[in-house]
């Protein structure tokens, strides 16, 4: 089975050079790499808005799964990693955010609080799995 992979035009961009892609299809399954409030630059969008940057990051997995012609429908895992403590209200901030781009029943959701992400102002990263037929 060949891979496929996506890097949707005028997508955000890590400021080093890494041979990563933003999504990679095997047979039915697609993987969409953590994506982050950036810029094509490498700048963080709306540093340390936890809110802000879940928009964006949920906006940015829908054009990579676009770019496979899937929708955020076909996701059926996602993880979210933000920075915070690992309060229920630093969890309720993003989640409430990314679980408004799904419609019932979502997709099975992992939360997971980290003291930090590569950048300062970054607090959001997140990475999907979806099935196509």
Same mark, same amino acid.
Do not use: C
């Given at each position: ?22 999504? @990679?299809? /095997?047979? %039915?399954?697609?993987? &969409? #790499?953590?994506?982050? *409030?950036? +810029?094509? !630059?490498?700048?963080? $969008? ?28 076909? @996701?059926? /895992?996602? %993880?979210?990693?933000? &920075? #915070?403590?690992?309060? *229920?209200? +630093?969890? !309720?901030?993003?989640? $409430? ?37």
């Amino acid at each position: 089975m060949d891979r496929e992979h996506v890097w949707p035009q005028g997508h955000w961009d890590w400021p080093v050079k890494l041979p990563y892609k933003h999504g @990679v299809r /095997k047979g %039915n399954l697609i993987f &969409v #790499g953590g994506q982050v *409030a950036m +810029d094509e !630059q490498g700048a963080v $969008l709306h540093p340390d808005d936890v809110a802000a940057q879940t928009r964006v990051a949920m906006e940015n997995i829908q054009v990579v799964l676009a770019g496979f012609g899937a929708t955020l429908e076909d @996701v059926v /895992k996602l %993880n979210r990693f933000y &920075v #915070g403590s690992g309060t *229920a209200a +630093d969890w !309720q901030e993003g989640a $409430l955010v990314a679980a408004s781009f799904f419609t019932e029943p979502g997709p099975a959701a992992t939360g997971i609080p980290v003291p930090a992400l590569a950048y300062e102002g970054l607090m959001v990263e997140i990475e999907v799995i979806a099935i196509v037929e």
